[in-house]
């Protein structure tokens, strides 16, 4: 068994995220490569894509979403909002079929307190209500209610929208462009000619594989409850999926804990992980990689805990500083008088060298915003609700 260090791992998964050296041109690609970009918070999003590809700004980012369409928001892992490359939706949309719910006895359907015929006639109605519209909400559920009946109404205005996920796996649903402070949904075939229905999905099970050797190729060394957070699997089916995949995966040890990678990876470590950088919440590498307590210190998760959101989200609900593959640090923006203040709480004493590399983060943040940036350092305080 191949054994290896943290320092280790951490450069790997670095490398594996573009963190160390961005790609340049093609935004998809490191959306594909971190298995989708969690989109709850939109700009939160389109920094993460935007800190992984070379001189790329937000208005390049919403232009491939909006304009483009080479890239699409919808409903995907753990039921969250995610971008994903457009021309992976069915493969996505068949993987989150794949889930627990979805398979249990009486489908999606039952899960819902739906029969089968009230299911096929909302999506229906979903569907005939996108044909050519873009539509908020209070939109779609005017038009889809209008179809069916009050009840669906109640269901897709609720504050957690709960059908409009198993619409979207179905592929018949995803996000269009933002309306004013609303979002708006649109058919994925009307909207950018994707092909995301049932139809035209390949195998669930098979869809569902892929995204675990994704997985392990941009997050592993893993262990069964690592992938079971992740993709929202109870711990058990992590395992038998990890362990089906046979030959192609291996394990190694790291630093006394035992977890799967893909074998074909066994042997591609590289050894330093020396990177800074400012990433966004919801960030991609703390949602994925495990365990917790080595990407997110003991000390370090104390300090979140007391700040903001933190409390209950843990570190992807602040903005961080990664430090050599672990949260070091949290920040903040805002814009006052044209620039972008940008302040730092660092975890620990930065040397000259990586106070350097912090200046050349913000400058990028500021770049990526169109605007000059002002990098200050000191205790963060938690806004007043």
Known sequence: MNSLTWDQVHARRLARHHLVTPVSGDLRKPVRDVCGVQSQVAAAAELAIGSRVKDATQEKVRAELYDKKRLVKT??????????????????????????????????????GLTAKQGEAFVDAVREALDGECLTREELAGEVSGRVGAWAKDKLTSNWGELLRPVAYLGVL?????????????????WAGLKAEVKDQPDPEESAMEIVRRYLRAYGPATHQDLARWFALRPPEAREALESLGDEVTRVEVEGRKAYVLASDEGRWPSDPSCLRLLPQYEAYVLG????????????????????????????????????GVVGGMWERKEKGGKLEIKVESFA?????????????????????????????????AKKR
Not at 94 to 99: D, E, F, G, P, T
Not at 359 to 380: H, N, P
């Open 174 to 190: 995803c996000f269009g462009p933002v309306r004013g402070a609303k979002v708006t949904y649109v058919r994925p075939d009307r």
């Open 349 to 381: 004493d930065l040397d000259s060298g990586r106070k350097k590399e912090l200046e050349r983060e913000a400058e990028r943040v500021g770049r990526f915003y169109g605007t000059e940036a002002v990098l200050s350092m000191g205790r963060l305080t």
């Open 75 to 112: 409903y995907s892992l753990r039921g969250t909002l995610h971008v994903h490359a457009a021309d992976e939706l069915a493969l996505w949309m068949a993987a989150m079929r794949w889930k627990p719910y979805w398979r249990a006895k009486g489908s999606w359907h039952a899960h819902h």
């Open 289 to 324: 990689s495990g365990p917790k307590e080595v990407v997110v210190p003991k000390d370090t998760a104390a300090r979140v805990f007391e700040h903001g959101r933190g409390k209950y989200e843990g570190a992807v609900a602040h903005q961080i500083m990664l430090v050599d």
